[in-house]
């Protein structure tokens, strides 16, 4: 019996059943205190899922399991899910013309990564230790009020006070981009202008960081044949799921559900098998 809370799924009188929603739902975040909304993004998916195996029943494809990588191959379901897709999406790449006036657009969106000169002091501790993390971060407010109050400069605190190896060079990590360091580090990064000095010690898994930029440049604006080809996958991509969209939206019209809200679902994964399935994917832009 279902609930309010975890209702029935039934997709044109086939009923799935709550164990596999369960399942399913294992594959969705959500918080804690909302049990019910995991559910709700399983029993879409499943629904979804259903639908097109449905389709691939009604036009009696015959399932053919490819192998995906060395050793590992499709399941019946993804096949038979990615035999329908084959059969009812065509999505050409566009023109070189096409891809050309898409870049001209915004060609601002394609740059190259920043880079950074950053120094900074570090205050180490292991965060679960806590009695060690909040000597670190006594340390670390200590050593920001010396550097506010210009009891000391940066290069000489570090020297003195920083638990990283970059102490023996006042500090000093040297370029860095993106991706380089930690993300709560990089984050408060992208916060600063050249000169700048963290207001609040930063906390990452290596302790607590003083953090300055020293100096920034600006990713440069890519040509266009730097990025033809990704930007060619990336439309490519973005048409298959418009059509895969199409799709979905043409059989839930026609479909009865209950247990599922797919009115206002995106489909970047159908059904749990996406064209990365059957077609290379494509690169971000």
Not at 25 to 52: D, E, F, I
Not at 66 to 78: A, F, L, Q
Not at 104 to 130: M, T
Not at 137 to 158: H, I, M, N, P, Y
């Amino acid at each position: 019996m279902g609930s309010t809370l975890f209702p029935n799924l039934i997709v044109n009188g086939e009923t799935i059943p709550h164990a596999t929603i369960a399942a399913e739902a294992q594959n969705h975040t959500a918080p804690s205190n909302k049990p019910g909304l995991a559910w709700r993004m399983a029993a879409n998916a499943l629904a979804v899922r259903t639908l097109l195996l449905q389709e691939a029943g009604q036009r009696n494809l015959t399932p053919e399991p490819r192998e995906i990588t060395p050793g590992r191959y499709e399941t019946t379901d993804e096949n038979l899910i990615n035999l329908l897709l084959e059969s009812e999406i065509h999505a050409p790449p566009p023109s070189k013309k096409a891809v050309f006036a898409e870049w001209e657009k915004n060609s601002e969106r394609f740059r190259s990564p920043p880079l950074w000169e950053v120094s900074h002091i570090l205050f180490s501790c292991a965060p679960e230790n806590v009695e060690k993390a909040d000597l670190a971060l006594a340390r670390a407010v200590e050593c920001q009020k010396k550097l506010q109050d210009q009891v000391a400069g940066f290069e000489s605190l570090a020297k003195t006070e920083s638990d990283c190896a970059s102490k023996k060079n006042d500090g000093r990590l040297g370029q860095i981009g993106p991706g380089d360091t930690l993300p709560e580090f990089e984050k408060a990064l992208r916060t600063l202008h050249i000169g700048d000095i963290t207001s609040t010690p930063i906390k990452t898994k290596f302790g607590y960081h003083i953090i300055r930029l020293d100096a920034e440049a600006n990713g440069q604006i890519l040509p266009f044949a730097a990025v033809e080809q990704r930007l060619t996958r990336a439309m490519e991509k973005a048409a298959w799921a418009k059509s895969a969209q199409e799709l979905i939206a043409r059989l839930t019209a026609a479909a009865e559900i209950s247990g599922a809200d797919l009115s206002h679902r995106s489909h970047k994964g159908v059904g749990g098998c996406q064209k990365e399935n059957h077609q290379a994917d494509a690169e971000n832009a």
